[in-house]
């Protein structure tokens, strides 16, 4: 099955690098907003994994990121160009 193109909404966790005290912690940003585009190349119930890079004979991708679900916002599939 050739991968469907993607574009994926979804939010990252972030954290602080430094000590900090908790009420400072609290007014950290709760998450980031974030944007991917690749092939879709595997989806269960609790992940999708989307890859930018591949191959022209889809035998090895470069940069594949594994998104769980509870983290999307929006997916949806993109023409390839021709």
């Known amino acids: 099955m050739k991968p469907k193109l ?3 909404d ?3 966790s972030c954290s602080g ?3 900090e ?3 400072s912690a609290k007014e950290e940003p709760l998450g980031l907003d974030c944007r991917s585009v690749g ?3 595997h989806q269960t119930k ?3 994994v989307i890859a ?3 191959t022209s004979a ?3 991708v470069l940069s594949a990121i594994n998104i769980p679900r509870v983290a999307i916002s929006r997916m949806r599939t993109l023409r390839e160009p021709k």
Do not use: A, F, K
């Open 17 to 19: 690098n430094r000590w």
């Open 52 to 54: 930018p890079n591949r």
């Open 6 to 8: 993607v574009v994926v």
């Open 58 to 60: 889809l035998t090895s």
């Open 39 to 41: 092939w879709l190349i």
């Open 46 to 48: 609790r992940t999708v």
């Open 21 to 23: 005290s908790i009420e």
């Open 10 to 12: 979804w939010i990252d």
